[in-house]
């Protein structure tokens, strides 16, 4: 296996460790010059030892894969992603020099969907956004949530360009096949899904169906016990709610949870919401 062997030897120098004492016990003094200077380790109890010997912690001193590599970006994509910040999370993306070559199919769905969703958020570019997203969507056939998220995606897209037909046509067909996933719950992405179905009908003036879409997230979330996308889906829900019957107590709910997250993006856009129908806290 790949290992960082100049961690080791930094380490092995700073205790003041010969090769061969750092050895001892452990393996021959080969094996950790082999370690150091040809980042190789054919046996993980032998180097799980050498880092015990160092204080060091093992996952720290292994070569990060591309996958591994890949996994982390996209952790931090989807972060910036949940905030809002998708200009941020494109720009993270594009700096990246990943081989998507490299990668197994299912992280493969959920790099694409990232590249084309974020292009499409922030450069508007229709054209390359879908190239992401219709690459991803073929490469499984069975529905995995980043096909249905991609599937949405696509939807956006035709809603920005004023397409409504083929974007209620992706939207339907993403909603459909949720029932597909998995028998008894969803993973936490899924409420994005719900989020951007909910958006799309509230857009639509379909403000009831919009409405059973956002609690339909929103109890996704307290099954998982998770607080993902829960401000944007009470904010969505609230929204819905006023122009269906003037409701507004939901704004005041909407507005103390986002505090509590810190959402800021999401703040302002309540509060010039709040502002503009003379809702009071």
């Known amino acids: 296996m790949r290992v960082l062997g100049m961690k080791v030897r930094d380490s092995r120098k700073k205790q003041r460790l010969s090769q061969k004492a750092l050895a001892e016990g452990i393996c021959t003094q080969a094996t950790i010059s082999k370690i150091e200077n040809k980042n190789r380790c054919e046996s993980l109890d032998v180097f799980s030892s050498v880092c015990s010997k160092l204080g060091l912690i093992v996952s720290d001193c292994l070569e990060k894969s591309n996958e591994q590599e890949l996994e982390k970006i996209l952790d931090d994509v989807e972060s910036l992603c949940e905030q809002m910040e998708h200009r941020q999370a494109y720009q993270l993306l594009k700096k990246s020099d990943i081989n998507s070559d490299l990668i197994s199919d299912d992280l493969k769905i959920k790099y694409l969907y990232y590249k084309g969703s974020t292009c499409l958020l922030t450069e508007f570019n229709y054209k390359q956004a879908m190239i992401y997203l219709n690459q991803g969507i073929k490469i499984i056939k069975k529905p995995t949530i980043y096909n249905l998220l991609s599937m949405n995606a696509i939807g956006i897209s035709y809603h920005l360009q004023g397409k409504m037909n083929q974007a209620r046509e992706y939207h339907e067909k993403a909603y459909e ?68 019957n003037g409701t507004i107590e939901g704004y005041k709910i909407a507005y103390y949870f986002t505090d509590f997250m810190n959402h800021k993006v999401l703040m302002e856009i309540i509060k010039k919401n709040m502002k503009e129908y003379n809702i009071q806290l």
Request: net charge negative; charged share 25%; hydrophobic share 40%.
């Open 177 to 244: 096949m949720i029932g597909q996933l998995f028998v008894d719950k969803l993973p936490r992405v899924a409420c994005r899904l719900f989020y951007n179905l909910a958006k799309f009908y509230s857009e639509c003036r379909d403000y009831e169906r919009s409405i059973q879409l956002c609690n339909q997230g929103i109890e996704l979330s307290k099954e998982l016990n998770f607080t993902f996308n829960v401000d944007v889906l009470l904010y969505e829900k609230a929204y819905n709610e006023y122009h269906l």
